[in-house]
Structures are given as structure tokens and as C-alpha cells.
């Protein structure tokens, strides 16, 4: 009995998958296509060539610190709605370190490019959390604010202010290039002796493995250690932490810093690990998406490492049918948005159920042992 | 007229009501006994539609019924007032009573004079004194539990469950209620009254049920029952009822507050120039009507709340202005009275609660970790000690009854050998044999030379066990007096302020 249950949990993200499908089925069918083909052309073009498979990581790359800066945050009952600009910040500091040192060797360097992209985050993160601990400003209001700020700030910045002296007079507006010492390798080299090659094998690079390490320290962080037990008393009752002598702004203060420094890297995938330098037309909303994988992923920063990659599949799998299928791009953005919204929503009433048949299970009657050794306590 | 038959509620782990029947006549004050966790609110929730039975049936006025929600028990006339409020403080009594069934007009516009009128009408009917038009964050808790109650009414409950209503009232207004109540009965309506107060319940029911582990025990006529009958029906043995108190040469002064003054709300100071001090191997009582200041003192104390001015003495370390966490390193426990919002973090497991505030003592540590066995096994220990009834420590402390949540904070503030231990409410909501339980371990630590300051809106708790008593009215530290000095009604008279000692008349620790 008990394995049944184990594999229905397994399940669980799979059916809410296939509950997303099913919904998408029919907005396809309305637009007077076929779900088959659209999805045959998603599966085939998505997941069954090497290099979908390389683009999808590479995408999913940025998520996966998108997300998780979202869900630190959320885990302390912070509403950062603030990655996105974060990430813009992060991005320009880690290019300013990036063009103006010159002459380092790259261990030195690119720590502190990337150090500089994660100050760059929790600088921006800084004021909505100060005005938040101290004069209780809501964050979500501040944090959105400072979104519109950073895109307006980062766009004088490289238009105006550090402006590639050598790109004047063409369209390129961009800040001058990294030197190598500021780049991050790409894992091209390591892709191709598991015979991953393809067009997109030289822009995944070693970021993804950081982003995965640090989601796993993070889970480990929030479950087993001191900190994390804080975090989760203030998160959930703020008075009964404040009555236990933990300090409630403290901690609020620093899981925003750090959700702020992680909102900072976010943006070094495409700047540190693809172009060398930083672009007006850099890509942008990836804070934003980061919120629905947080969301996705329940917060856990395991989770979010398979929503990014989840939301990289679909992504990819979307220029597919595009291409492929002839379907039109707003379409696919919807189809998008509703797969996700399915899944959600499948995912709850799933473990809803799993928990309830978990209940039953409990509540069988226990063996005649345990009855008597009850009895006699 | 209600009838219960076979009804049985499992959880994870436990199985809350055994094949339960009960039968509750039209027009009596049918009351519910039993220890922490027999299952008594569950059976209650489950009359009321909170949750459903697993097995049984239900039968209200002869017709079997199923109740899968509130709405439809309100349907079917039963109603059940809250023990925590939901009231919201900035809305009139009418406004509250008619949240959620407003009465609307044309174009959905509210109809507030009538809701009002409709409102006056139901306390004129049932005695209550009560004003419609009151904003309730002005009413004391009395008068906010007799808002509960014409909400339910006004709802037009023929049946109304009240769990635990005494356990926030002070006597006056526990005798207030049960004017109430009887009041209610003459009228023909039906009440459910679960209490562990078995004085109160032998008052005001006319027949009594007691339930132990899930299971009925059995019913009888509330006349010609005595109390110790009832709590060895309750307990499956018998109960001591009193408590020896031996004399304890008093030590050190641990705590002393010097003239302080603590803010309230609107400007007014909540506390006014309180001093007072506690001496190892004392209990030093404050008794008084809940709302004159005692929170916001005990706040002050433990580091929760600025003092505007006086001192905070530890053992003679200042800590006027120390943090919470300054205040628990110097030894000081703290039993909150608000067990839901200070004591515990809900919806973490039983184990993580049993050492909030202390968790980080080195040994739950294992460097940043936390050392999951070593609070296992001290979990596991103040389980047994302190008869915590569950099912696993695993489980979120929101699934413990009332009585066994304040276990939980009991167990977790005596166990770290404090100097000074502040505890207000210690008992509230605990069973006979607990409520022992802990007042004997007051005594105990008191032999041991803690000092107990002990904040109680239960009189007989405060005159058995304290060597000192003050009595607290609007703020002020209004008499004060040694054990054996006063009498409960003499208490009384100054717990409402009708009588006060003059400045400088109190008895100075001895
Ligand atoms: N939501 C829940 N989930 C799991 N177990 C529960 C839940 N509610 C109650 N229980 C368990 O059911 C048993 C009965 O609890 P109940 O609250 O009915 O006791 P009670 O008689 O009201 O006790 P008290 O006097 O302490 O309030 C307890 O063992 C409790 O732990
Ligand atoms: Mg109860």
C-alpha cells in the first residue's frame, strides 16, 4: 500500500503536466489546429534534439537564480517583487568591474565580477527593505518602484554614460567588452565528450553549475540549520519568534539581502557568459518569470531548478512550433502561460489528494500490538 | 432533540472520538468534561460541520442529518461561539453581529438602523447589557463573548456550543455569563458547555457528560454529583484537590521592577508606576481583571515592550531596555498568555516548539546545525514528563488540543532551570490533573528557589499558591498583601476598583 502512495506522489508532477497539455489541447483545437501535431513538433523539436537540450539549459540558467531569489524571499514572508530590477543593477556592476579592471588573471577577476553583480542586487534591494523595517513601507509597492528606477537608470547608463566609445555612430549601443579575465568559461568543451555539440553548446556555461549548487546549499541552509528554523518562525508567526528572543528584523533583513544578491547574478548568464559585454537589449523579464517559478516550485529551491528547467523546455519548445507548426507566436505565449497555470493548479489539487489517501492510510486501524500496547499506557 | 450516535474521528495517529453517543435534550445546559485531548472540540466540530465524522450518525429533531459545513449546523440551529474571537475591532457591536448575513436593501445598500434595532431587540430579549453601537475594540472580554453569543443568536441558533467560555473571563464575568446563559435556557434555547472548571460546570449544567480518550465515560445529573465523583470519572482515578503550600524561607530579590511606567494604547500609559519585587523561593500573585495592564507589564518584563520610565532589575543586573533575548539568556521563563500568538509557531512541528527560545543553546546544536536527534530526544522526554497527548512529535503543534499546546509551553519554559519564571495564565485551558500537574511544579520550583511571578485571572489559583499578592486595577499596583491576608471578596473589591490602598501601605518583601 504504501509504495502505491509513494508513486502517486512521484506522479504528480507528471499528471499536472498532462493536465496542463490537455487544457493547452484545447485552445489549440479552437485555433483550428491540431494539439498532435503542435505538441509532436514541442516534444520532437524540444526535448529530442541535442541542441534544444543545450538551449533549454542554458535558458533555464538565469531562471534558476531568478527563481530562487524569489522564493528566499518569500520563505521569510517577503514579497520581493523586485528581481527584475535587481537584476538590471547586478547586471551593470558586474559589467563596470567587468571593462574597467584590466590586466587580471581570471580567478581574480571574475570573482569579482561576479561579487560585484551580487552587491549590485542587494544594493538595489537595500532601501525597499530599510524603509520596510523602518517605517514599514510595503514592499511590494517599493520594490516595484525601484524596478522602474533601475530600468530607466540602467538605460542612461549605457546609453549616455558608458557608452562603447568605439560603437559610436553605428546602432549598437553597448558598454565596451570584457576581457576574457571577466568572462564565464563555457562548458562547450565538457558538453562535447558526453556528445552534446550543436550551435548552442558554447553558451551554456559554468554558471549552471553554480546555480545549482547554490539552490542546494540553500535547501539544505533552510531545513537543517539554526538559521533556517529562525527563518521559519518568523516567517510563520513574527510574535511568537519576537516573544523567543529571535530577532525578527535581523532576520528579515538578511534573507532580503540575500534574495536581493541572488537577484543580482541573474542576469550573468547572458552578460558574463554569452555576449562579453553589456547590451541596451540585454533580455529582460526574467525577474518576473523568476516569481512563477518560485511559484512553481513551492518556494524550495530544489523545485526551482526543475521549474526553470521547465519553463527553459517550453520556451524552446515554442520556437519550435512556431517554426514548425506554422502557429502563430502569441498563441504560444498563451499556451505558455496557460501550461504553467495548469500545472499549478493540477499540482495543488494533487497533493491535496495525496495527503488525503496519506490520512486514510493513517487512519487505518493499527495492528492488534500497538492497540494493546495503547490500552496500557 | 440532538442526537449522536457511534460517531468516531480519527487523526494521523489518534482517534479523537471513539463510537461517541450523546444525547442532548431540548432546552438544558448540557455540559462537556474531560481531560486535555479527550476529544471534546473535536466532537464539538463536528456538530458544528468543521469536520466530518468518519463513522456515525447525527439526528437533530428526530431526522437524521448530515452537517458538511457551518452554514448548514446554522441551518439546522446550532451555532457555536468562538473562543477566539472574530471580531473586528474597529466595527460597532451591530456591525459585527451582522458581518457576514448583512441585512441588504434595495441596490444592496446596508441597512444599519435596522441592523442595530434588530440587535437591541435580541439583548433586550435575553438580558444582555450590551450596546449596540459600541465600537468593540472598547469592550472588555466579557462583553466581547456576549457579542459572540448574539452573533450566533442572530444567526437564529436554537443550540449553541461554547467551548471553553470561562477560560478568558474573571468570576464577575463568568457570573454574568451564566445569568446569561440561564437566561437563555428559560427561553427555550439548548446549550453545549465544555469547562475544565468543574465548580462552574456543576453550577450551571443540569446534566454532564464526561468523555476520557475519545470515549464516553458516561452522563450524569449535574444535582446531587460532587466534584471529586466527577474528576475521578474524568481521570480514572482519584484527584487531589488541594495543594499543600509549605512555608519557603524567601532568598535573594530576583526580579524587581522600580516604578515603571509602559505605554498603552491612545497615549495613555497601559502601566502606571508599577513597583515590585520577587524574592527566590516565592510566588508573588497579581490579581486582577484581565485588561488592566497586567499584558502590557509582563511584556515589559520579558523585553517585549519599551518602558517610558522606571528600572527592570535581574537578580540587580538593569534590563529596562535588554531584548527579549538578553532577558531569556538571564534565566528568566516566561509562560505568555496569549499561547497562540507568543507561545508557539503553529504550523511548525511539536519537536521545533518544544525548544523555541531555546534552540539555540549549544546542546541542540551541532555547529549552524541544528541537532535534530538531540531535540528528538529531549522532545521525547518532556512528552513523557509533562503527559503531552499526540500522536508524534512531528506533527504541527496546531494539531494538539488546547490543553496540550499550553503543555507544550509549560514544558518548554520549566525545563531550562530558570531564576525567575513569569507566567501568566499558567493553567488556562489545562484538565484537573494537569492544572495539579503544573501548580505542583510551581510549588516545587518555588522550594527550589525560583522566583514565580504568577499572573492569574483565576483567584483561587492565586490565593493557594502565592506568598504575596498585589492586585493590578487600570494600570496601577492598587494593594498588596501578604498570603492569608485576604479574602477573595476583598480581592474583589479592589480588582474593580472600588477600594484601593494608600501609596506606601504594601507590604515590602519580608
Ligand atoms: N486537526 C487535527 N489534526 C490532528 N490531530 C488533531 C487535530 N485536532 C485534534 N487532534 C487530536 O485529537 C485529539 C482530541 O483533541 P480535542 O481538541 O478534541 O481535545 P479536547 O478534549 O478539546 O482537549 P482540550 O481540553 O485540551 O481542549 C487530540 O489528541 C488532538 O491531538
Ligand atoms: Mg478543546
Redesign the interface.
Known sequence: MKWRLFALQFATPLLAILFGVLIASIIVLAIGQNPLDVFGVLIRFGLLRSDSLLSILFKATPLIFAGLAVALSFRAALWNIGVEGQFYIGAFTAAYIGFTLKGLPIFIHLPLTILAAAAGGMAWALIPIVLKLRRGAHEVITTIMMNYIAAALILYLIADVFRDPSQVGTPRVRTPEFPPSARVPSMGPLLELFGLTGPDANKVNWLLPFGLVLCVVFAIVLSRTRFGYEVRAVAFSPLAAEAAGIPNARIQFLMFMLSGAVAGLVGLNDVLGFFGYLDIDFPKGLGFLGISVALLAKNNPLGVILAALLFGFLDRGAQGVQFFARTPKEVIVILQALIILAIVVAYELMTRYVRKQRKREAERPPPAATVAAEAGR | MIVLRGITK????VVANDHIDLEVRRGEIHALVGENGAGKSTLMRILYGLYQP?EGTIEVNGRPVVIDSPRTALALGIGMVHQHFMLIPRFTVAENVILGSEPAGAFGRLQRREAEERVRELCQQYGFALDPAAEVSTLSVGEQQRVEIIKVLYRGAGVLILDEPTAVLVPQEVDELFVNLRRLREQGKTIIFISHMLDEVLEISDRITVLRRGRVVGTVPAAGTTKSQLAEMMVGRPVLLELEHPPVMPGDVRLEARDITVAGRGGKPAVHRVSLAVRAGEIYGIAGVEGNGQTEFVEAL?G?RPVISGQILIDGQEVTHA???????LGVA?I?EDRH????????AVW?NVV??H??RRQF?NG???D?QAVESFADKQVEKFDIRLSSIDVPALALSGGNQQKVIVAREFSFSPKVLIAAQPTRGLDIGATEFVERQLLEARANGMAVLLISANLEEVLSLSDRIGVMYSGELVAEFRRGEATPQELGLYMTGTRRQTAGTGVSPS
Open positions: 480519527r487523526f494521523p495517529g468518519d520579558v517585549l531584548t527579549a533575548r538578553a532577558v531569556r539568556l516566561n505568555p500568538r507568543r507561545g508557539l509557531v503553529l504550523p511548525m521545533e523555541l527560545g534552540h539555540a546544536l549552524a546545525f541544528v535534530r
